[in-house]
């Protein structure tokens, strides 16, 4: 199987402005500055055409390394970036954002995220909007969006502001299924990205995931990935070792049954791994 197969079975989600972005990606949240060049270009090897980062991280500048070792053309791979919490102001914004072109060292990226609503900080995340929609008409971003919005915040910036999210980057695994905000965001055309999809590993153990794995002869980080794809999300796992990032692209020749869905989805118990996005108002410093 050549690339270009491996390639073709990834499915594309058409966001709601006809951009479309494969649906499994591979994640760069903690990997190091210094491994990250070759995570980067490991993943593209396997087939990733997605990447993940952002400007907390502080990888971008590796991100953009291992994407130019990788010899492909920059249009072939879909690149997510976003907002440092410290730039919501709007002159900030365009200047992180400028920033984030520099250190990566692309014309524009496929898609630029507000990291954090952070609704009690002093700079309204409307007037952080705003200057997304900025980016998005000068054309520095081919689509914008958010990450970690609730339902009110979503609801503010349909209010207030011109252009709809293309998605919302939440935290979603089998242990926190966000069905209510899953399908808040689908009844207004905004895809939901998955962040932390294994709950941070703490799902691989769990009797329901491990007997769907058994009977489907996978493993059940794949089973739990699977799980996202067929629920329509966009995922990106993270990992730094190769046969891990193989394992995790290996999700488009099998399938789950809808009991399989229904019971992993049962698993549910609104339990977050990361911030509520609600309370945390966290700017580094």
Do not use: C
Not at 26 to 51: D, K, M, S, W
Not at 126 to 151: C, H, L, P
């Amino acid at each position: 199987m050549g690339m270009d197969d491996t390639m073709a079975s990834v499915p594309t989600v058409t966001l709601n402005n006809g951009v479309e972005i494969p649906q499994l990606g591979f994640g760069t949240y903690q990997i190091e500055p210094e491994n990250t060049r070759e995570a980067v270009r490991t993943a593209l090897e396997v087939g990733y055409r997605h990447i993940d980062t952002a400007e907390m991280y502080g990888n971008e500048k590796e991100v953009g390394e291992g994407l130019r070792d990788s010899g492909l053309d920059r249009d072939d791979v879909f690149i997510t970036s976003k907002l440092n919490n410290g730039f919501h102001a709007h002159d900030d914004a365009l200047r992180a954002m400028d920033q984030t072109l520099a250190d990566l060292q692309v014309e524009r990226l496929d898609l630029f995220l507000v990291h954090w609503p952070l609704p009690g900080i002093d700079v309204d995340f409307v007037e952080t909007w705003k200057a997304m929609e900025q980016i998005y008409r000068d054309g520095k971003a081919r689509a914008i969006g958010v990450s970690n919005f609730q339902s009110n915040h979503l609801n503010r910036l349909r209010d207030q502001t011109d252009i709809t999210p293309a998605v919302n980057q939440i935290e979603v695994h089998p242990y926190l299924t966000q069905d209510e905000l899953r399908a808040f965001g689908a009844e207004r055309g905004i895809a939901t990205e998955a962040w932390s999809p294994i709950a941070q590993g703490k799902v691989l153990d769990d009797p329901a995931i491990v007997r769907v794995a058994e009977r489907v002869g996978r493993t059940p980080a794949q089973v739990t990935l699977r799980w996202a794809i067929q629920r329509g999300d966009i995922v990106f796992p993270k990992s730094v070792t190769r046969s891990r990032v193989e394992e995790n692209f290996a999700l488009f020749d099998f399938e789950l049954s809808e009991d399989d869905i229904t019971a992993i989805s049962a698993l549910n118990r609104d339990e977050r791994t990361g911030p509520d996005p609600d309370t945390f108002n966290y700017i580094p410093g």
